[in-house]
């Protein structure tokens, strides 16, 4: 009697969260999805709630407020196999954000026939699509059989284009897919490339002293140029090698190096000047170095720029032009002192940013990478303290910047551990 009591009661708060959400007030229908979100919702109970997410509610102020979006992503915490024929079922009577939610539903299955039914439903509407709704269909590629070419159909969008480039990129990086896999697309993709190579060498700043960091319009078409140049190593054709080719002229190391990776996956010997470029660059340095050494060509790499103090600063760098950070790469950067503790050694630098306004006042600050194993450097790895506090150079000394970065970070993993705790 006790479990079917209970099976009751969660019976009756589901109808009162099903009433209070078309309360015209915004805090109690957000109560009502606080409830809804702690209750551990049985299968039937799930599928009570999907059916729900197809009504209309009251609107809310944002997008990602959308009651009927919110719904299926509750059951998604805990995807029962009885929800995907029903998100099948529901998916023609939901709203567009509800429509997207029920997308990402399905690509985080670990499952054949939630794949099916994510690609045929996903051709409903993708071209409709900002962006595509891919779940962990990128951090755990699965069943290649399924998904290509059959999610190459869609390319032909260009707002989402890229990123299914990008998942077709990781499943070549795991080897879960080869050339023949493209079948017809392949002459799609080639044209692609080609046209993003021309865009790229053809761009001009908009102001001849604007530094890249400065265009958000070449920025969004860095970060699609680099997946399309990463990309056109695995689509051998002999207009991609022509196109990659014409990419090393441009001053933008990052998106050189992209071609230059795969450049040599096309057997295509690079020039001197060139390696040293793209190794001389701190932004891009330790992931030229990795690359090279994923493939076996890391014989090529310059010795000059093989040392810790070069890995440490380009680990640097890499954590600063993150965008919720300093957004950018230092205009200087200095190294100041090397901390030793124990097996491990830390790297203290000063950096500064007189092109962007704002940060110019800053003048000089601190920042630390690492810290790395000494029994290993030189080596790109660091072990999880890379910070900077964005602190001027001269309010401590070296040793009280090292310390109160080491502690910041400390205490940081800390406190998580006692929440996972």
């Known amino acids: 009697m006790g479990i079917i009591n209970l099976f009751r009661r969660k019976e009756d708060i589901l109808d009162t969260v099903f009433s209070q959400l078309n309360n015209p007030l915004q ?5 009502a999805l606080s409830k809804l979100e702690n209750l551990q919702l049985s299968v039937e109970q799930g599928l009570r709630v999907l059916e729900m997410a197809k009504n209309t509610f009251p609107p809310s102020k944002y997008d990602w407020q959308d009651i009927s979006a919110q719904l299926i992503d509750i059951c998604a915490v805990k995807p029962y196999v009885e929800y995907i024929n029903k998100v099948e079922y529901i998916y023609d009577e939901l709203n567009p954000n509800a429509k997207v939610s029920a997308l990402q539903f399905l690509s985080t299955y670990e499952s054949e026939q939630a794949l099916i039914i994510y690609l045929k439903l996903l051709a409903r509407g993708y071209d409709e699509l900002k962006s595509l709704p891919y779940g962990s269909l990128y951090e755990r590629p699965r069943f290649p059989q399924i998904l290509f070419p059959g999610l190459l159909k869609f390319i032909d969008n260009k707002e989402i284009v890229s990123q299914i480039y990008l998942i077709l990129l990781n499943y070549f990086n795991y080897d879960l897919v080869d050339e023949t896999t493209l079948g017809d697309y392949k002459k799609t993709i080639v044209s692609d490339i080609i046209d993003m190579a021309e865009k790229v060498t053809g761009y001009a700043l908009k102001k001849s002293t604007v530094s890249i960091w400065d265009d958000d319009e070449y920025l969004s078409l860095r970060n699609k140029a680099g997946i399309y140049f990463d990309l056109a190593g695995y689509i051998k054709d002999p207009r991609v090698t022509l196109a990659l080719k014409g990419i090393m002229c441009i001053k933008d190391m990052k ?6 990776m795969s450049l040599l996956q096309h057997d295509y010997g690079l020039q001197e000047e060139d390696v040293i470029d793209i190794a001389s660059d701190s932004e891009v340095r330790n992931w030229f170095y990795e690359s090279l050494v994923k493939i076996g060509k890391d014989e090529i790499y310059p010795e000059q720029f093989k040392s810790q103090k070069c890995f440490a600063e380009s680990d640097m760098v890499d954590w600063l032009v993150y965008p919720t950070e300093l957004g950018r790469v ?3 950067i200095e190294l100041m002192n090397v901390f030793q503790e124990g097996d491990m050694e830390y790297y203290l630098f000063r950096f500064r940013c007189d092109s962007k306004k704002d940060w110019e006042k800053v003048g000089w600050m601190a920042g630390l990478s690492g810290p790395f194993s000494k029994k290993n450097c030189p080596t790109t790895v660091a072990e999880g303290h890379t910070f900077s506090r964005f602190e001027e150079w001269d309010s401590k000394t070296p040793q009280e ?8 970070i400390r205490d940081y993993w800390s406190s998580v551990a006692d929440d996972l705790q």
Do not use: Q, T, Y
């Open 255 to 260: 998106l050189k190096m992209f071609a230059a």
């Open 27 to 31: 805090e109690i229908r957000e109560d």
């Open 401 to 408: 910047h090292f310390s109160n970065i080491v502690g910041n």
């Open 330 to 332: 230092p205009d200087k």
